[in-house]
Structures are given as structure tokens and as C-alpha cells.
């Protein structure tokens, strides 16, 4: 079945980096646009950034840019997020969310992972 | 920059009951480029409509999108034990594309 699994959150102190990971299983990887989403813990959805299908368009939600870049390798399922000078704000649980559409993306989506908390503190 | 505003924030039903909950956005939503999803305390959220009233595969029928343009509703007919639940509509018509509401809680009354 379609699966997403993030991986590589934790707590870290503000200023610092980290990088998720979602592995996807069951589908085309190289077929689909993928997103990342976060929320903030008791808040709402904060879409945070896209790659297309084959990595060569990539957008990110102004909280977040020129801080935080999206990549993908197409030859492992693999999809990451390297999060850079971290913030307090950042705090969240991020998912790696599938586009529902074949090659670009629109920007809703069919395919959720389970998430990976983020905690952003001193 | 299209802003989705929901309503009621929290919505108080029994089992059985009908659920209407309101996506009000800021200026229209082109080609009802507006989902819905559901989340659950603890998991991930889940998309139940796209296009403003189609159902995602798997979706049960009791739960239906309506509306265009600037006001967006979902209804589910009649609650089961399982719908009660957080609820965000979702615009991807016009830049920043992706952008969500502030959900609606359904709880037990």
C-alpha cells in the first residue's frame, strides 16, 4: 500500500540544523511532486515547501525561506528536509504529504506520513 | 493571498446528527480548487473532497462538499462515533497555493 514514513526529528536548540527524511513505498516516486506540511502543536496546517517529481522546481512558504531546502533522491523513495538556523516558531510536527496528481504538482494532497516532531529550544 | 476562514470553531453533535461546517475565503477560489480533510487527535490528517465535492476513494458517501466561489461547506449526514474529529478546508487555486483554514472541531455532545 502507499506509505510515507518521516524520520529525523527531535529537539534541538535555536540556531541549529536538522534534516527530515520520508521514505515512500507502494507508488512511482519519481511520478509525483511531494510536500512537506507542519503544524505547530494545538495549531493549524502551515503548507512549508514542494519539489517537483523530478526535483528540478522547488518552492518554500516565505516562514521558511532561505533557511530550509527541500531535496529528493528519485533512486531511494526518499524525500528530506534540511532545516536550518532553527527558531522557536519552527517547532512543529512536519509531514511529508504526496501531491495528488501525476508529475506537477497542485497542491493537495492524497497521501499523508505519520509525522515527525520537531521541538525548537533551549 | 486567498484567506480561509471556518466556521463554527467548534461544533457540539450527538451520534446520528447532521454536521455542516463553513470554508469562508477571503476572495473566490477559482475551478473549486478547495479540499477538505479530516484529522484525528494524534494521526495525520486525511483528505476526504477535492474540487469542492468529490469524494476521495474510500471516502464514505455521508459526507458530502458543497459550494463555489467564496463559500465552501461539508456536511456529513449522519455523525458515526468515528467523524468526531478536526476538520481544515484547503485552497489550491492562486498563490501561496496550499494554504489551509484554522479547522473546525467536531466533538460528542
Known amino acids: 500500500q502507499v506509505q510515507l514514513v518521516e524520520s529525523g526529528g527531535g529537539m534541538v536548540q535555536p540556531g541549529r540544523s536538522l534534516r527530515l527524511s520520508c521514505a515512500a513505498s507502494g507508488f512511482t516516486f519519481n511520478n509525483y511532486g511531494m510536500h512537506w506540511v507542519r503544524q505547530a502543536p494545538g495549531k493549524g496546517l502551515e503548507w512549508v515547501a514542494v519539489?517537483?517529481?523530478?526535483?528540478?522546481?522547488?518552492y518554500y512558504a516565505d516562514s521558511v525561506k532561505g533557511r530550509f531546502t527541500i531535496s529528493r533522491d528519485n533512486s531511494k523513495n526518499t524525500l528530506f528536509l534540511q532545516m536550518n538556523s532553527l527558531r522557536a516558531e519552527d517547532t512543529a510536527v512536519y509531514y511529508c504529504?504526496?501531491?495528488?496528481?501525476?508529475?506537477?504538482?497542485?497542491?493537495?494532497?492524497?497521501?499523508w506520513g505519520q509525522g515527525t516532531l520537531v521541538t525548537v529550544s533551549s | 493571498e486567498i484567506v480561509l476562514t471556518q466556521s463554527p470553531g467548534t461544533l457540539s453533535l450527538s451520534p446520528g446528527e447532521r454536521a455542516t461546517l463553513s470554508c469562508r475565503a477571503s476572495q473566490s477560489v477559482s475551478n473549486n480548487y478547495l479540499a477538505w480533510y479530516q484529522q484525528k487527535a494524534g494521526q495525520a490528517p486525511r483528505l476526504l473532497i477535492y474540487?469542492?465535492?468529490s469524494r476521495a476513494t474510500g471516502i464514505p458517501d455521508r459526507f458530502s462538499g458543497s459550494g463555489s466561489g467564496t463559500d465552501f461547506t461539508l456536511t456529513i449526514s449522519r455523525l458515526e462515533p468515528e467523524d468526531f474529529a478536526v476538520y481544515f478546508c484547503q485552497q489550491y487555486d492562486s498563490s501561496p497555493r496550499g494554504t489551509f483554514g484554522g479547522g473546525t472541531k467536531v466533538e460528542i455532545k
Open positions: 519539489i517537483w517529481y523530478d526535483g528540478t522546481n522547488k
Open positions: 504529504a504526496r501531491d495528488a496528481q501525476l508529475w506537477f504538482p497542485t497542491y493537495w494532497f492524497d497521501t
Open positions: 474540487g469542492a465535492s
